[in-house]
């Protein structure tokens, strides 16, 4: 298979083995790379109802057909897992180099499953694979530990780390690597953490086969020469995701102080502009990367200095708007501790912010958390991380996230724990951005905004001039109630739209911030396989995954029931109380519409359960019998 390696990885840790076996032509030809390989893989491989913490949980690592290969933002690998956060699926995406060099060492993915029985180094280098004790790396940041491994391994290896939350086995660790780079969301550092795996390094020296090697190198740089050319490719590179703060404080979309509003008055003193000056040293871009949008800085605090890779929106948006710190070298601070520790800076954030309102709330004492805490206070959040990441006292409850967390404290405390089934809230404020909400709901790991941006939707519906309030123009100001009805299409469109990109193993940036045309990924696809496949095939395989996906969960869980799908109560009771959308909010009525719609447009019961004659349209005959009475 050209553009494929040909072969997956297994690699078992109780039996200390580790073997190649060979990739099947009918994963390539269903389920294309990434994303797809994952979903289906843990269909297939992960025993039902384990335990996402025990050693029989399955760790994947997938790249696609288009990772590695020199052509624009050529750099993502996925990670999936039995999610410690939600106990349904679980995926997340990652930047870098780590994918690429596990293709060069000849692998499209890799399987891991069971415990070390000391921590552990897993290395990969060509086609020698061995486990090595983690020593003293055991118990360091996973920064300081990727450093350590590059100058004992050497440069030439790619390396993926976890840091003191994973090896905690908080729920919501990460995987970083390249200084900067994490698979932050759904709790995988976890999962890497419970077997015993301290890191993966990795190195390879083998070509990619590739169907037409000169058309894809006049493609590639047709490609590149293109999206420089493109109006936005001046305007997006310098601040990266940062950039969209402002837009999204305008449009009262900027969540603040634990979600309670939707506006920051101080978003001028964290926003892209502030990274540029007060932070940013220079721009560090992903594997073949054209537009790099991560910024390399040094943030100067009273709490100390650090070197780190950000902040990005969403970080900006969690610590800065949710924890309400004021100045972005705080907040860039604070990125720099949560990547240190191994937390994914929106959960690790979420959680922190839900324990200061308790606290405020009286809910909390300060013996609990061994001091006073308070939103805008550094101090506080660092502590707060700290607890988290080594589970101390407290932070034993606050590693469980913050479903948990305020099951466990009750006294009201669930109406304001942001999340979605166990996954913490990203960077969108959605109680007048109606599809925002339902991409959040419905997302299938959870509260997560990167299968479906349909904000852009909302505000256009609400009558507000998208592209003036993006590139800077206007005022915040009071927005017309957002319609509710008419919101599934264009949020299943973008489910399956943005995810297609994860498949192929490239980054979705170039297409959803520059409008790179998606014939350019039909042309390079085919130029590397030698395969032709039409968009709206691809769309076709993304809609397959989107319904597996589902069903895993289905599986996982024994059954689901709408409820699951529900946002936060905050969201359905409390009005915002400032900013643009001010009196805002959605009822549990126009949530109860959402999902009624949604539902029936993605051919699912009104428990939100795929139906079997929906599943054998999208080619899972075989899933549908598997599940058997859990559907209809």
Not at 181 to 201: D, E, F, W, Y
Not at 469 to 493: D, R, W
Not at 527 to 537: A, D, M
């Amino acid at each position: 298979m050209k553009g494929y390696c040909g072969q997956m990885l297994r690699v078992d840790l109780d039996g200390i083995a580790a073997y190649p076996i060979p990739l099947s032509e009918e994963l390539a030809q269903d389920y294309i790379g990434g994303r797809g390989f994952v979903a289906r893989l843990l269909w297939e491989e992960l025993p039902p109802d384990v335990d996402a913490l025990s050693p029989q949980n399955l760790m994947i690592i997938a790249t696609g057909p288009l990772s590695g290969h020199l052509l624009p933002a050529s750099g993502k690998t996925h990670f999936g897992c039995k999610s410690p956060a939600t106990g349904g699926y679980a995926d997340s995406n990652m930047g870098g180099h780590f994918g690429p060099q596990l293709k060069y060492a000849g692998y499209d993915a890799m399987m891991i499953s069971g415990r070390a029985d000391q921590p552990s180094i897993l290395v990969i280098d060509g086609p020698t694979v061995e486990l090595q004790p983690a020593g003293d790396h055991w118990g360091s940041g996973a920064l300081s530990c990727e450093k350590a491994l590059k100058d004992e391994l050497g440069e030439d290896f790619e390396i993926i780390t976890i840091g003191p939350a994973g090896e905690n086995l908080v729920r919501f660790a990460c995987i970083s690597h390249d200084f900067g780079r994490q698979a932050g969301r759904t709790g995988v550092g976890a999962v890497m953490g419970s077997k015993n795996l301290k890191a993966i390094a990795v190195r390879g020296d083998k070509s990619l086969p590739v169907h037409d090697l000169p058309g894809l190198f006049a493609a590639s740089k047709k490609m590149y020469q293109h999206i420089k050319e493109k109006p936005g490719f001046l305007g997006w590179t310098p601040e990266g995701t940062a950039g969209i703060t402002d837009f999204c404080n305008r449009v009262g979309a900027f969540p603040t102080r634990n979600f309670s509003t939707s506006y920051a008055g101080h978003y001028k003193d964290i926003n892209g502009a502030a990274v540029v000056e007060k932070v940013r040293l220079h721009d560090k871009g992903c594997c073949c990367c054209p537009t790099p949008c991560g910024k390399y800085g040094h943030a100067r605090t009273n709490l100390g200095s650090a070197h780190v890779e950000g902040p990005e929106y969403e970080t900006i948006a969690l610590f800065g708007g949710v924890c309400v710190l004021e100045n972005i070298e705080e907040v860039a601070y604070a990125n720099y501790l949560c990547d240190e520790l191994g937390l994914d800076t929106i959960s690790a954030a979420v959680v922190a912010a839900w324990a200061i309102e308790c606290f405020e709330k009286g809910l909390l004492t300060k013996e609990q958390l061994g001091r006073r805490v308070s939103f805008g206070d550094l101090e506080s959040i660092k502590d707060l991380l700290e607890l988290m990441a080594h589970r101390q006292g407290l932070g034993d409850r606050l590693a469980e996230g913050v479903k948990s967390a305020s099951r466990w404290l009750g006294q009201g405390s669930e109406d304001f724990a942001i999340h979605v089934k166990g996954l913490e809230w990203t960077g969108y404020e959605s109680r007048n951005a109606p599809g925002m909400m339902l991409s959040y709901m419905t997302a299938d790991i959870g509260a997560h905004h990167n299968r479906s941006w349909a904000l852009g939707n909302d505000v256009a519906g609400a009558t507000v001039d998208v592209h003036s309030l993006i590139s800077g123009g206007g005022e915040a100001k009071a927005l017309g109630k957002s319609p509710v009805g008419g919101q599934s299409e264009a949020v299943i469109n973008l489910q399956h739209l943005r995810p297609a990109f994860d498949l192929l193993g490239v980054c979705r940036l170039q297409f959803m911030e520059l409008g790179i045309e998606v014939e350019h990924y039909e042309e390079l696809f085919e130029l590397v396989t030698g395969r032709k496949l039409s968009w709206q095939e691809l769309l076709q395989a993304s809609q397959r995954v989107w319904h597996l996906t589902r069903a895993i969960s289905l599986r996982e869980l024994g059954g689901i029931e709408r409820e699951w799908d529900y946002p936060p109560a905050r969201f359905m009771t409390e009005p915002v109380p400032s900013g643009p959308n001010q009196g805002h909010l959605i009822t549990k009525a126009e949530v109860d519409q959402l999902l009624d719609e949604y539902y029936a447009a993605r051919g699912w019961d009104q428990r939100g359960r795929p139906t079997r004659e929906t599943l054998e349209a999208h080619g899972l005959a075989d899933v549908a019998e598997e599940l058997g009475g859990l559907i209809s």
